[in-house]
């Protein structure tokens, strides 16, 4: 099961959006809504920002929004502030076997 | 509040075995389907196990399969990781997360991480 594929790093100025892309397969994010984001900043645990595509857990700002297109998934976020700068990780599930499979991550400046 | 705290990480020779625990409190244990997230140090996170709320089903990456052993004990709130065969590539710190409940999705809860260092 091969890593999916995000952009190694995304900047943006404060108040900007941007989008990060997360790259899967048939078998991954092409085949089922289930892509979950994750952000991690330095040194902490991951925290889960959207989940089932597009749903955001309670608390998580309504700066961050998700979507699929085919094979690939987006977050974006708006509104881009300081606090934002971290490292984002997409996650999608891919049935049976080795069920769930991450993104490369992409690491986030805020300029 | 819900709380996940991992033990059992530290440095271990090659080859050997190492048993992780994530003590879960603040929900009701039994009811949720639980992971096991593994980073390397400076490196992107791997998804490594999941196991049902039961226990009746588990799931592994196919990296540590046949290695590693993913139980639970829902009388002790008390999530594992047994490691076997340890091999230098699985040094990483390792987090237990919580599934949304009765959804694939996970992670609405994670543990602080514990380091498993894989080192003669």
């Known amino acids: 099961q091969s890593a999916l594929t995000q952009p190694a790093s995304v900047s943006g100025s404060p108040g900007q959006s941007i989008t990060i892309s997360c790259t899967g397969t048939r078998s991954d994010v092409e085949s089922y809504n289930l892509v979950s984001w994750y952000q991690q900043h330095p040194g902490k645990a991951p925290k889960l920002m959207i989940y089932e595509g597009s749903k955001r857990p309670s608390g998580v700002s309504n700066r961050f929004s998700g979507s699929k297109s085919g094979n690939t998934a987006s977050l974006t976020i708006s509104g881009l502030q300081a606090e934002d700068e971290a490292d984002y990780y997409c996650c999608s599930y891919s049935g049976s076997g080795s069920p769930y499979v991450f993104g490369t991550g992409t690491k986030v400046t805020v300029l | 509040q819900v709380q996940l705290v991992e033990s059992g990480g530290g440095v271990v020779q090659p080859g050997r075995s190492l048993r992780l625990s994530c003590a879960a409190s603040g929900f009701t244990f039994s009811d949720y389907t639980m992971h096991w997230v593994r980073q390397a140090p400076g490196k992107g996170l791997e998804w490594v196990a999941a196991i049902s709320y039961d226990g009746s089903s588990k799931y592994y990456a196919d990296s540590v399969k046949g290695r590693i052993t993913i139980s639970r004990d829902n009388s002790k709130n008390t999530l594992y990781l047994q490691m076997n065969g340890l091999r230098p590539e699985d040094t990483a710190v390792y987090y237990c997360?919580?599934?949304?409940?009765?959804?694939?999705?996970?992670?609405?809860?994670w543990g602080q991480g514990t380091l498993v260092t894989v080192s003669s």
């Open positions: 997360a919580r599934a949304l409940r009765g959804l694939i999705s996970f992670g609405d809860y």
